[in-house]
């Protein structure tokens, strides 16, 4: 049976009872991935996108995509410095919190239109950080990992937030199938996306795993319609 404990440490008392030991097996679980129905497509795509573009033909076609829908396409590259080309090609250093926040500020003065979404690809990355390499993957983390973050807070920052649609893409991040082995270099992304409507609220965000070498036409209507799909959970692969 089970008795009262103390709760104070001058409240003296003694218990007894039994221990059992504990499984190993009791303390892990293991994901398990399940089919499930494409959703109702209900959102427009006409509206203020920014793409982080990873400079992949994924990128290129789903900036094709978005815009013969009516979407305008704002593209954000990694470098060294801040740039703004004027015509919605932006180059920004992933460290750099302030570039983040220039960013939003200046795409939104651009036409005075609010951003409907962000399509974050800088975790759209088909090769694997070289094993036993700190500097590839410290490279990697800095790019994926740390751009998210720096753009969430920059998001808080701003005020636009409410309704407003992230879609973070990786490849490879989830071992789906039965003999598959998740990236350890690209999985926190993921685990930042999940959060990341908890510290937001009204960011609705979704995480999308892409599995290696598919079509590139094929994924950039996959992410369409993940950024249309209203309902459902915050991960998914495909």
Do not use: M
């Not at 679980?29 to 129905?37: G, H, I, N």
């Not at 795509?45 to 920014?50: E, K, P």
């Not at 965000?205 to 209507?221: C, F, G, I, M, Q």
Request: aromatic share 6%; net charge negative.
């Amino acid at each position: 049976g089970s008795v009262p404990l103390p709760t104070y440490p001058f409240e003296h008392g003694s218990s007894s009872g039994s221990s059992k030991p504990v499984l190993l097996e009791q303390l892990l679980y293991q994901v398990a991935w399940e089919p499930c129905q494409t959703e109702p497509l209900n959102e427009p795509l006409a509206g203020n996108w920014i793409i982080f573009d990873d400079e992949s033909p994924l990128s290129v076609e789903l900036r094709k995509q978005l815009e013969s829908v009516g979407g305008r396409c704002n593209t954000v590259t990694a470098g060294g410095q801040w740039s703004n080309s004027g015509d919605g090609q932006f180059q920004i250093n992933p460290t750099d919190p302030e570039h983040y926040d220039r960013l939003l500020r200046s795409i939104r003065s651009a036409d005075g239109a609010p951003i409907t979404g962000v399509v974050h690809l800088w975790g759209n990355l088909n090769e694997r950080a070289e094993p036993g390499s700190l500097n590839s993957l410290d490279d990697t983390l800095q790019t994926s990992l740390g751009s998210l973050f720096h753009l969430a807070q920059a998001l808080g920052r701003s005020r636009q937030v409410e309704d407003r649609r992230l879609l973070v893409v990786t490849r490879g991040a989830q071992a789906v199938s039965l003999g598959e082995g998740p990236r350890a270099e690209i999985a926190p992304l993921v685990s930042l996306a999940q959060t990341l409507p908890q510290e937001l609220k009204g960011l609705r965000v979704r995480a999308v795993d892409l599995e290696p070498n598919a079509e590139t036409s094929a994924e950039a209507k996959v992410l369409r319609d993940e950024l249309q799909t209203t309902t459902g959970d915050v991960e998914v692969a495909w």
